[in-house]
């Protein structure tokens, strides 16, 4: 099998040179066969590769295939080198399985799509770069798949490039990024100067001997992991990109980008162990993290800006349990919530698709009657994401609770650390069955009801039908809502080899179930049988700052502008008319042909045909030579 790892990203990469090709000259269904096949091969191979991996001697065996050497001057070697380990196996799993069915939904969401054909191809690459990441054998080679996923995002968000809104969400996901991979490469560039080596294995090995090194390595990639992985201060490009289509968000925020962050800790993780005042960083930032995106969650009103502000949350719970040197746990989490949150996205995008485009859940409500499938399936998602007792959700959140609460890893337990995660779990079963109750329950507050349809048509009032989606969108569903439900029964931290202590572990899922169904009934009761009690909140002193600063995301986005990005504007403008406009322009480009014009009209004077003129200069230039010639003599 080992001679067949090559394929897991190479089938991806066909897939976008094909549709990327020849796509406008192909149909649209030999597109989606193509753009579908090509995830679904790679996840075919992955199982075989994986398979083979479980039957070895040891957790340790892996298979690993060297296709040539990338880079090579002096001492500097880097292989294009493949591994697959239970790690990269489980990654490469979620990302070609989770990965084919959105690619499925995607031929149904995006029928009739001008750019189809453009966007199969672009979604084969992302995945081939993320499986380029997750497989890579060194350190250099994950960067080359790290910098893909983040050309793909850009292109991916900017889809609809139209759109100014779309472009900029994609630029700005593209520059934030850049910022965080700067501290990635300069993490890179330590590695080599402690280790001598970019292999992970080689790194992992001799990192008790760089304790020293250790800390500023890991800070540094740190940075890169917050800028993929959006944690503080990073994580502002990451709902903007729903900018670009549903089945790209649920990509991003489920199977791949967001979570290479997260990856890269879990790879390197006896690094990180040298590194325990970076690891303690990293379980704050990520307790800071989830609990700031689940508060501006609460008043969110798009259907995805939930979704997004929500991975953010989630991502804050892996990186915490990173923090605690969990990183199974933390990687548990990871697929299970590329599980619900797809399921989530997905079902997101099949009442965007019913409603023709329409994202805010004000206008939506008692959609359960006319779409019962979506409801179902994404009520499951949704009971997940909320830690719902039996769900994938409830068993993965709970684990990083009782790692941060017992202590396990690296890092000592924090109880604050433990009680911030317990608080940002209830308000993320609340804020989870907001959403619930405002697109699916209660009455419809868009367009006239469909049970109005004679009352609007006496109105002179045109009903839009809303039906359920088509098929090919409906069955990524139902296998993700499975997965939702089953996921957590998948033991990954001790399939990975961890060890997690038993002491106050039923304790734990009771808070945890008590606390999910305590946000979802709070969510329940307040938006459906008393809203007088949110309205009075909303009204009083506090809750009206309260609200505001959800509103306006805690003013991190207007920080950004007034200390970087209208600086960096002024700047750009300041260079502008200065340096373009009036030294190159006006005096050097303008300036230069005014100078060589006036000449050319000095010395086109001297030239009129005129004898006096002619004598005149004969009779100056005798002068100036009679006078040069009596100071010389003179001299």
Not at 505 to 523: E, N
């Amino acid at each position: 099998m080992d001679r067949w790892i090559f394929l897991i990203p190479l089938l991806p990469f066909l897939g976008f040179l094909v549709n990327g090709l020849l796509g406008r000259r192909l149909s649209d269904r030999a597109v989606a066969i193509i753009g579908c096949a090509a995830p679904a091969g790679a996840f075919a191979v992955a199982v075989a590769a994986f398979a083979q991996v479980l039957q070895g001697e040891s957790s340790t065996h892996s298979l690993s295939q060297e296709l040539w050497t990338w880079i090579e001057a002096g001492k500097l070697k880097v292989s294009f080198a493949l591994t697959i380990d239970r790690l990269s196996g489980i990654m490469c799993l979620v990302v070609t399985g989770v990965g084919s069915l959105i690619h499925v939904y995607s031929t149904g969401y995006m029928k009739g799509d001008s750019g189809y054909a453009r966007f199969f191809a672009y979604l084969n690459l992302f995945m081939a770069a993320m499986l380029v990441l997750v497989t890579a054998d060194n350190i250099v080679l994950m960067f080359l798949g790290w910098e893909g996923v983040g050309l793909c995002s850009y292109l991916l968000i900017g889809f609809w490039y139209k759109g100014l809104a779309n472009c900029s969400a994609g630029i700005k996901a593209f520059v934030v990024n850049r910022i965080g991979d700067l501290g990635f490469l300069l993490g890179i560039f330590a590695i080599w100067a402690a280790f001598g080596t970019f292999e992970f294995k080689a790194i992992n090995d001799a990192a008790g001997s760089a304790e020293g090194a250790a800390f500023w390595i890991c800070l540094l990639l740190f940075i890169g992991a917050c800028g993929k992985s959006a944690q503080i201060p990073l994580y502002v490009w990451l709902p903007d990109a729903m900018a670009g289509p549903t089945p790209v968000s649920a990509l991003i925020h489920a199977a791949t980008m967001v979570t290479s962050g997260v990856y890269l800790l879990a790879r390197l993780g006896p690094l990180f162990d040298a590194a325990p005042g970076v690891l303690a960083i990293v379980a704050t930032i990520g307790a800071l993290t989830a609990l700031l995106a689940a508060l501006i969650a609460f008043s969110q009103n798009d259907i995805k800006k939930v979704l997004a502000y929500s991975t953010v949350s989630q991502l804050g719970y892996m990186f915490l349990a990173a923090g605690m040197g969990a990183y199974s746990v933390a990687i548990f989490h990871l697929v299970t919530h590329a599980f619900f949150k797809a399921l989530l996205f997905l079902g997101a995008g099949a009442v965007i698709h019913s409603l023709h485009h329409e994202q805010d859940m004000r206008q939506m409500g008692g959609l359960r009657h006319r779409l019962p499938w979506t409801f179902a399936l994404f009520l499951i998602g949704a009971l997940a994401l909320s830690g719902f007792p039996l769900t994938a959700g409830f068993f993965s959140k709970d684990e990083i609770l009782h790692v941060a609460h017992s202590g396990l890893g690296t890092v000592d337990g924090r109880t604050i650390l433990w009680i911030i995660g317990l608080i940002t779990a209830l308000f993320t079963a609340f804020y989870t069955f907001r959403q619930v109750a405002l697109v699916f329950l209660g009455s419809y507050r868009g367009a006239p009801e469909p049970q109005a349809a004679e009352e609007s048509a006496a109105l002179g009032l045109e009903l839009e039908k809303v039906e359920e989606s088509p098929l090919s969108m409906r069955v990524p569903l139902l296998a993700l809502a499975g997965l939702s439900l089953a996921g957590g029964f998948l033991a990954i931290p001790h399939f990975l080899g961890l060890e997690i202590p038993e002491d106050g572990k039923l304790a734990g899922l009771i808070i945890g179930g008590i606390v999910s169904l305590a946000g979802i009934g709070a969510a329940l009761a307040i938006y459906l049988r008393f809203p007088s009690i949110l309205e009075r909140f909303l009204s009083s002193p506090p809750g009206k700052r309260i609200y505001r600063l959800s509103t306006k995301k805690f003013y991190v986005d207007d920080i950004y502008q007034a200390l970087i990005v209208r600086p960096l504007n002024s700047l750009a403008e300041l260079s502008f008319y200065v340096v373009d406009r009036l030294i190159i322009d006006i005096l050097l480009v303008h300036g230069s042909s005014f100078a060589v014009g006036a000449i050319g009209h000095l010395l086109r004077r001297l030239q009129d045909g005129r004898t006096p003129t002619y004598a005149a200069w004969f009779l100056l230039g005798a002068i100036v030579v009679l006078g040069m010639t009596l100071w010389m003599a003179g001299g």
